[in-house]
């Protein structure tokens, strides 16, 4: 089929699903007609217009036309939203001179939305002749098992695969917005760099970030303070200040972090790393041998005595006590 219909609210997905058909080949052209500001029965009439025309127009000094019409938001939908009865009957015309008139081999025709009622006219008329991708919002469980699918597709276009169940932490660890699953997995594929193509459940622990829409996790805390980089610091403990009980919350973790250095510092030193690791995974190991690099064990007491003693004062203090936490954050890491 040489019709498309494309729906979706996820636009990163849609348009990458687009770009498929359209294709990067030479001798192609490309015609867009983006209705993303078209909010009135006028404009939306005029980009109708824009469309059928194009659409009657073939193809002029390249072999192949195609014709994208995007962020198409007026289409029918449930529960009575949609267009205006002008535009919804301007749409069903539309729908039946497509059915009536098939495109031929040097042209192709993309609609993409955000919604489509599947049992409105103009879905009905389409049907037999576009092909219809839907990318459904559906249920939490729902959406991470499709992103899962998607993940280890991608994965596989860049010579990657995924160890068992590491796909799913992938998923779990970035949230299932697919832009930054794909960023994610970029960013992975350089990790890797070019000689390895598994992804392990250390290199997700070690390598991904949180995407849109996932709450901010404490390891991003408490991973920047063992690398001792300031501006990660400050902008990971931001992501917590309007949390209820934040001040008491932070001086927990950070005295404990500081705590478990200590031990393992001190382990170090007397050549019982292993024994004091011993349980761990291979690449928290990796991590703290890479943390306390960073630290000297003075130090280490230091900054454990010093949340200990703050977090009592944060116990009995309002909220002035927040500014408190995050200057001695800030003081601990440039050791000042």
């Known amino acids: 089929m040489n019709v498309h219909v494309i729906i979706g609210e996820d636009d990163f997905l849609v348009s990458e699903t687009a770009q498929k058909l359209i294709g990067g080949a030479s001798g192609t052209a490309l015609e867009v007609i983006d209705s993303v500001n078209s909010t ?55 729908a039946a001179f497509l059915a009536a008139h098939p495109l031929p081999d040097s042209q192709r025709f993309i609609l993409s939305g955000p919604k489509l009622l599947a049992t409105s006219v103009f879905a009905k008329r389409l049907k037999g002749v576009a092909e219809l991708a839907v990318f459904a919002a559906g249920k939490p469980w729902e959406q991470a098992r499709a992103a899962v699918v998607r993940v280890i597709d991608w994965a596989a276009e860049m010579n990657l695969k995924f160890d068992r169940g590491v796909a799913e932490a992938f998923v779990a660890r970035v949230g299932t917005d697919t832009r930054s699953l794909k960023g994610e997995l970029g960013k992975m594929r350089d990790y890797l760099g070019p000689d390895r193509h598994t992804i392990t459940a250390a290199d997700v622990a070690d390598v991904t970030s949180p995407g849109i829409g996932v709450e901010p996790t404490v390891w991003e805390v408490t991973d920047a303070l063992g690398e001792r980089n300031v501006e990660k610091v400050v902008a990971a403990v ?3 200040e309007e949390e209820s009980g934040f001040a008491v919350f932070m001086t927990t973790v950070v005295e404990k972090f500081f705590r478990q250095l200590v031990v393992l510092k001190d382990a170090e030193a007397r050549g019982a790393f292993a024994a004091a690791t011993e349980g761990l995974a291979p690449f928290a190991v990796r991590k703290n041998q890479a943390f306390l690099r960073n630290w000297t064990l003075r130090e280490l007491r230091i900054a454990r005595a010093r949340f200990l003693q703050l977090r009592e004062r944060c116990v009995s ?20």
Not at 319 to 331: C, H, K, M
């Open 317 to 336: 203090s309002a909220g002035s006590a927040d500014v408190l936490v995050l200057t001695e954050l800030v003081r601990t890491c440039t050791g000042r």
């Open 40 to 94: 009135n029965a006028e404009l939306q009439l005029a980009d109708l217009r824009e469309a059928e025309a194009s659409y009657r127009t073939p193809p002029f000094l390249d072999p192949v036309k195609v014709t994208w019409w995007k962020n198409v938001r007026f289409l029918p939908q449930a529960g009575g939203k949609g267009p205006s009865e002008e535009v919804k009957a301007r749409l069903e015309d539309f």
């Open 238 to 240: 931001r992501r917590f």
